[in-house]
């Protein structure tokens, strides 16, 4: 439907929206609060702490910060639309958060390769870290950790704005790839580069992770148990995170009913922004370290006001 020259897009996929809308609403909300609470956390222990300000924190921090980025292009939008007798988006608004879902999406395979990376050095070549993993390392690797899958899916969003629509309503319950059967025909050429992006910003970055981590084990199974501990405590973490995004992450586009289609889309939205500061508030040692006495205070100073 159109309304003063603004495309709209109904969104279809909801299951029993009438009925259960308070349901959703207060569920995704306290979801939602949950995510940005612990991800921030996190982020705000890794901001102050002095002895947190290393590459592989750094890193952590960014993928946080991401994951924080990733919720909010869809949370938001979900909220609204449980409160709202009608599901519709701008088609213009829908490009948008279709852009920045996908785009924060392949962001998290390259920090997740930047990770693996900044181990390998670590733990193969301890000598050299200091030298490899300088500040500006650093800073070139997160530039393009945001910057390349924001170019590569700027490119099929601007082809999908000028495509011409003959549906207006999408089987979903936010904007992703599905936009595609909105359109009348789509174009050989944008079908052609979402070959060439799933080989770039998901094939590639994985198979660099795994040839990484691979190097890793190899060098740790040679070396004492010292080596294999610290490869144990720093790189599984960052191997649960990267299972967890790869399975719920992969995702077929197929003709599902309704309501398995939305718990699939609720496995990648929901699950993982909440595993990743669990994995690594508990997990990494010195982040560890750091949460516990922020909820623990001193016994000596509790001792110490009970005696004021």
């Not at 910057?147 to 549906?167: D, E, N, Q, W, Y």
């Not at 990743?276 to 516990?292: A, E, R, T, W």
Request: with cysteine; proline share 4%.
């Amino acid at each position: 439907m159109k309304k003063v020259n603004v495309t709209y897009i109904t969104l279809d996929g909801f299951v029993e929206i009438d009925k259960y809308r308070y349901v959703y609403f207060y569920i995704m909300f306290i979801v939602y609060i949950l995510i940005i609470c612990c991800n921030s956390t996190i982020l705000y222990l890794i901001c102050i702490h002095q002895n947190l300000h290393e590459p592989m924190y750094i890193f952590i921090a960014a993928l946080l910060l991401n994951c924080a980025l990733y919720s909010t292009a869809v949370y938001p939008k979900y909220l609204i639309d449980f409160l709202s007798e009608k599901q519709v988006i701008s088609y213009s608004a829908c490009l948008f958060q279709y852009f920045l879902f996908y785009s924060l999406a392949c962001s998290e395979f390259f920090l997740l390769a930047a990770m693996a990376y900044d181990r390998y050095v670590a733990i193969c070549k301890p000598l050299q870290y200091p030298t490899i993993m300088r500040k500006k390392t650093v800073s070139i690797f997160l530039f393009i950790a945001w910057l390349v899958p924001a170019f590569h899916i700027t490119i099929p969003a601007i082809g999908s704005a000028k495509a011409k629509l003959c549906s207006f309503y999408l089987n979903e319950t936010f904007c992703n790839n599905r936009i595609y059967t909105l359109q009348c025909l789509r174009s050989e050429f944008f079908a052609a580069f979402g070959l060439v992006c799933l080989l770039d910003l998901g094939i590639l970055p994985l198979l660099f992770i795994l040839y990484t981590y691979t190097k890793i084990f190899l060098m740790s199974y040679r070396s004492c148990k010292e080596i294999r501990k610290k490869a144990a405590e720093t790189c599984l973490p960052h191997l649960s995170v990267l299972i967890s995004f790869s399975c719920l992450g992969s995702r077929v586009e197929t003709n599902f009913p309704k309501t398995v289609r939305i718990v699939m889309t609720l496995q990648v939205v929901l699950y993982h922004p909440i595993f990743n500061p669990f994995i690594y508030g508990l997990k990494m040692k010195q982040i560890s370290k750091h949460l516990k006495r922020c909820f623990h205070r001193p016994r000596s100073i509790l001792v110490l006001k009970v005696n004021a």
